[in-house]
């Protein structure tokens, strides 16, 4: 990923927890030998470095994806920033964003427990905590059916890459220009770049 120096993030609390909420990821593998990519959630294993998610069984990039070099991309919060915010017109449009890439090789698990783990990890994150729906309280014979249409597998992490685009290339006071223009009005996007935005500021 092209990265300049002013939009480099290096912070590793900030990139584990964009990884975390921005958790539904693009995987990029060799396909058939072609450029292949699917969309699913992912759960990171901070302790081993990895990644955990699964195919549907029917989707064959995990035929050949096994101990390739993959990429995973974490698209986090963006959105337009328009030059008639700044004090001058002598300006372009942009675009803020934040993005990870995540390169590793992936493996395919074969492991009954560890996928039974890694689904009841993902349930977890995902059901609120009032929820009613228990992926151990469901009948072990259905589970054992289901995940027979899955194909569970971890990436090893080699490489982590995070950018966070967020004006830091602007004066301060053209910063605080956009920060202000994105909080109003209060589309969701625009709230979360404004807040980064401010936090560099601190």
């Known amino acids: 990923m092209y ?14 927890n964009f990884i975390k909420e921005y958790s539904f990821a693009t995987l990029f593998s060799q396909h058939n030998g072609e450029p292949y990519a699917t969309h699913l959630p992912l759960t990171i294993n901070k302790g081993e470095n ?18 390739q070099q993959v990429l995973v991309v974490f698209q986090g919060p963006h959105c337009y920033i328009s030059p008639s915010w700044y004090e001058t017109s002598m300006a372009v449009p942009t675009w803020n ?9 992936l493996e395919v698990i ?24 228990n992926l151990n309280e469901i009948d ?22 995070a950018k966070a685009k967020l004006s830091q290339n602007h004066p301060v006071e053209r910063q605080q220009l956009v920060i202000k223009q994105l909080e109003n009005p209060s589309e969701q996007n625009n709230l979360q770049i404004a807040s980064l935005m401010k936090k560099n500021l601190k």
């Open 97 to 105: 964003y934040v993005s990870i890439h995540i390169y590793g090789r």
């Open 140 to 161: 072990s014979r259905f589970i054992e059916g289901m995940t027979k249409g899955i194909v569970a597998f971890k990436i090893n992490i080699t490489k982590i890459e």
């Open 50 to 67: 990895t990644l955990y998610g699964h195919f549907a069984r029917p989707n064959e990039q995990w035929k050949d994806a096994e101990n």
């Open 110 to 133: 074969e492991n009954q427990k560890i996928i039974l783990d890694s689904l009841n990890d993902m349930v977890n994150k995902y059901e609120k905590p009032d929820s009613s729906y």
């Open 3 to 16: 990265i300049p120096k002013h939009f480099n993030l290096d912070d590793e609390e900030m990139i584990y």
